[in-house]
């Protein structure tokens, strides 16, 4: 069976400290992975999206890395701010023609002031 | 902006009477996405449309229906509401294969069932 683990499920941080989020999936066959942004009450945001042949994506403070060979992804937050506080989720696309993701719980990451 | 919405944002329904929910599009995207989510858990993929092709996912309760009249609409019908039903229904678009894998989501619909 597919599935995507995220650990912590809750993270606190004081603001200006750089964190890692943790995914993992069971099957590395993916086509490709994808971090996305859910304020409370809200709908999802694309982040980041990784390509399967790509080891890692940048865009702003935030950088996501691939291992595919271990079933592991990470988003890296450089200097997290207030702002920063949201549900983070990872979802992978196995490739089939339809685009279906499967999505982990996700991390729900609190930046202190 | 080109973007999904969806109304009503908050929708009350009563035990047992048919809601519809409902999601546009301006992106002009061929596949469109329902998922449920409930409070700390991930969105679950109800069904989506692939043009106007239906895909319904195994265990998605035959009390969900879903139409498409159009590439820019897509509701989603619960027949007879439950006190599990109650989530966020988020409606998503992409098209996966032709130059946009991600998916871009609308605000959500928030049912509550009474």
């Known amino acids: 069976k597919q599935e995507v683990t995220q650990i912590p499920a809750a993270l606190s941080v004081p603001e200006g400290e750089n964190l890692v989020l943790n995914c993992s999936f069971t099957d590395s066959a993916i086509y490709n992975l994808q971090w996305f942004r859910q304020d409370p009450g809200k709908g999802l945001t694309s982040l980041l999206l990784?390509?399967?042949?790509?080891r890692e994506q940048t865009s702003g403070r935030l950088n996501a890395s691939l291992d595919k060979s271990s079933g592991r992804s990470t988003l890296y937050i450089a200097a997290s701010q207030p702002g920063d506080s949201a549900t983070y989720l990872c979802?992978?696309?196995?490739?089939?023609?339809?685009?279906?993701?499967?999505f982990g719980k996700g991390t729900k990451l609190s930046v202190k002031p | 902006d080109a973007m999904v919405i969806q109304n009503p944002r908050y929708q009350v329904t009563q035990f047992g009477k048919p809601v519809t929910l409902s999601c546009s599009q301006t992106l002009n995207h061929n596949v469109m996405y329902w998922y449920q989510q409930k409070s700390s858990q991930a969105p679950k993929l109800l069904f989506h449309?692939?043009?106007?092709?239906?895909?319904n996912e195994a265990d998605t309760p035959d009390n969900f229906q879903s139409r498409r009249p159009n590439t820019s609409f897509c509701f989603l019908d619960i027949r007879s509401p439950g006190l599990g039903d109650a989530a966020m229904y988020l409606c998503?678009?992409?098209?996966?294969?032709?130059?946009?894998?991600?998916?871009?989501f609308g605000p959500g619909t928030r049912l509550l069932v009474l």
């Open positions: 998503a678009t992409s098209r996966p294969r032709q130059g946009v894998e991600t998916q871009y």
């Open positions: 979802a992978v696309d196995y490739g089939g023609s339809q685009g279906n993701l499967i």
């Open positions: 990784i390509q399967s042949s790509q």
């Open positions: 449309y692939y043009d106007k092709d239906f895909n």
